[in-house]
């Protein structure tokens, strides 16, 4: 059994960072998907940065791009996602998702993952 904690949600002033860690334990292995996905209230759930642990062209959703970054840790089972630049709309829950996987891409579609963690609430006031 995979299981997902995110960390390092808070609250923040527009403008600022956070870096979010997702720690798996398990048995996940180095084709697996390990993903971000955030949902605001009364809003569907949204693929934020998405990329196969064994790298390749991560996606993002346009709303990030340029200020977000997936980042796979190089020694252990662990995934950040490092966000700059943070404006009220990025208030959401963060969730860390992952599935086995045996295709080069992740899907994009939260459907699809059937790990999940607890999530991590990001707060960005004006």
């Known amino acids: 059994q995979v299981q997902l904690v995110e960390s390092g949600g808070g609250s923040v002033q527009a403008g600022g960072s956070l870096r979010l860690s997702c720690a798996a334990s398990?048995?996940?292995?180095?084709?697996?998907?390990q993903v971000w996905f955030r949902q605001a209230p009364g809003k569907e759930r949204e693929g934020v940065a998405i990329v196969s642990r064994t790298g390749g062209d991560p996606y993002y959703a346009d709303s990030v791009k340029g200020r977000f970054a997936i980042i796979q840790s190089a020694t252990d089972n662990t995934v950040y996602l490092q966000m700059n630049s943070l404006e009220p709309e990025d208030t959401a829950m963060y969730y860390c998702?992952?599935?086995?996987?045996?295709?080069?891409?992740?899907?994009?579609?939260?459907?699809?993952?059937?790990?999940w963690g607890q999530g991590t609430q990001v707060t960005v006031s004006s």
């Open positions: 998702a992952a599935r086995r996987n045996f295709e080069s891409r992740c899907p994009r579609d939260a459907s699809s993952y059937n790990y």
């Open positions: 398990g048995y996940l292995y180095s084709t697996d998907c």
